[in-house]
């Protein structure tokens, strides 16, 4: 059983920016990836970012590419998001979830989310 929970998110001027920290609790294994998932109410959940827990090897969606950029802490067993470059598109529940089978967009667990929000 992995427990994940979310931190960092807030208000936000567009422009700005924010990290958002994933903090796992529990063995993450090493085949596992991390995933960042958004989702506004009404919306499809939408993939942001993922990293392979082995190696550190990143994918990050399209619609963030060259603005986010994702990196994991092995040791504090922590994944973070950094958003550069904020616009108001970016407002959205922020979640993050571990594929313990190393799937990315897969999600085994999930973390409660944290709000961001993007003001023009």
């Known amino acids: 059983q992995v427990q994940l929970v979310e931190s960092g998110g807030g208000l936000v001027q567009a422009g700005g920016s924010l990290k958002l920290s994933c903090a796992a609790s529990?063995?993450?294994?090493?085949?596992?990836?991390m995933n960042w998932f958004r989702q506004v109410p009404g919306k499809e959940r939408e993939f942001v970012a993922a990293?392979?827990?082995?190696?550190?090897?990143?994918n990050v969606g399209v619609s963030v590419r060259g603005r986010f950029t994702i990196s994991r802490d092995v040791a504090k067993n922590t994944v973070f998001l950094q958003m550069n470059s904020l616009k108001p598109e970016d407002t959205a529940v922020y979640y993050c979830?571990?594929?313990?089978?190393?799937?990315?967009?897969?999600?085994?667990?999930w973390g409660q989310g944290t709000q961001v929000t993007v003001s023009s």
């Open positions: 529990g063995r993450i294994f090493s085949s596992a990836v």
């Open positions: 990293v392979r827990w082995s190696n550190g090897v990143t």
């Open positions: 979830a571990v594929s313990k089978s190393g799937v990315v967009g897969g999600s085994d667990y």
